[in-house]
């Protein structure tokens, strides 16, 4: 099984920035992809960035600028630095991967416990 755990998320003030961090750990024997997703109690969990094992990322159109994903292959890492946070920001930030445990296992996806980022003055 991959284990994937959020940090980094708090309480910010508008116009801060925060970096997130997801470590992904255990039994992996490929990742397709890692990815991070927000949610609020009011909507769905919507994807905000992703980036592949080769490198190519892509983004919420919304939210192009202000949001960079990236990734440390060596320590199986991916962050989400996010820039001029708005209020609108504010949310459970959750960590995805989709990932082979094995090489037999069907790739399936993965997902963190969340962190919560909060956006106040």
């Known amino acids: 099984q991959v284990q994937l755990v959020e940090s980094g998320g708090g309480s910010v003030l508008p116009g801060e920035s925060l970096r997130l961090s997801c470590a992904a750990s255990?039994?992996?024997?490929?990742?397709?992809?890692m990815a991070w997703y927000r949610q609020t109690p009011e909507n769905q969990r919507d994807r905000v960035a992703l980036?592949?094992?080769?490198?190519?990322?892509n983004y919420a159109h919304s939210l192009k600028g202000r949001f960079t994903i990236s990734r440390d292959d060596a320590k199986n890492t991916v962050y989400l630095q996010i820039n001029n946070l708005e209020p609108e920001d504010t949310a459970v930030y959750y960590c995805?991967?989709?990932?082979?445990?094995?090489?037999?296992?069907?790739?399936?996806?993965?997902w963190g416990q969340g962190t919560q980022v909060t956006v106040s003055s």
């Open positions: 995805n991967a989709f990932a082979k445990s094995t090489v037999g296992d069907i790739p399936r996806d993965y």
């Open positions: 255990g039994s992996i024997f490929s990742i397709a992809y």
């Open positions: 980036i592949t094992n080769s490198g190519t990322t």
